[in-house]
């Protein structure tokens, strides 16, 4: 009997565990919260991650996936001209700028 218990409370822990962490993946992202730029003639994705590597706490890899996803784009292939949204938050770029002035 107590050993059915252990197992229905492992249970029970484990399934809320995965219920929760399902849940806070699949949270949108409100681009209202990150800012957007415009992508400069050679522009890479590579380069941006790096350029802003300061102001997010992703990889390299993570920063380039998270903004063909978020921007759902094709591929990593970015146009001079075009406008997508980075993972950094507005609240982070204004702290970057006013500790740069």
């Known amino acids: 009997m107590k050993q059915k218990l252990v197992h229905y409370v492992t249970f029970s822990i484990l399934s809320l565990l995965l219920i929760g962490s399902f849940l806070y993946a699949t949270k949108p992202i409100n681009k209202e919260d990150y800012i957007e730029i415009t992508v400069s003639a050679g522009d890479?994705?590579?380069?941006?991650?790096?350029?802003?590597?300061?102001?997010?706490?992703?990889?390299?890899?993570?920063?380039i996936e998270w903004v063909i996803d978020v921007n759902r784009l094709t591929n990593e292939q970015i146009i001079a001209g075009e406008k997508i949204v980075i993972p950094v938050l507005k609240s982070e770029r204004e702290e970057l700028v006013a500790s740069n002035q």
């Open 44 to 63: 890479t994705l590579w380069e941006l991650a790096e350029k802003y590597s300061g102001s997010h706490n992703l990889s390299t890899h993570e920063f």
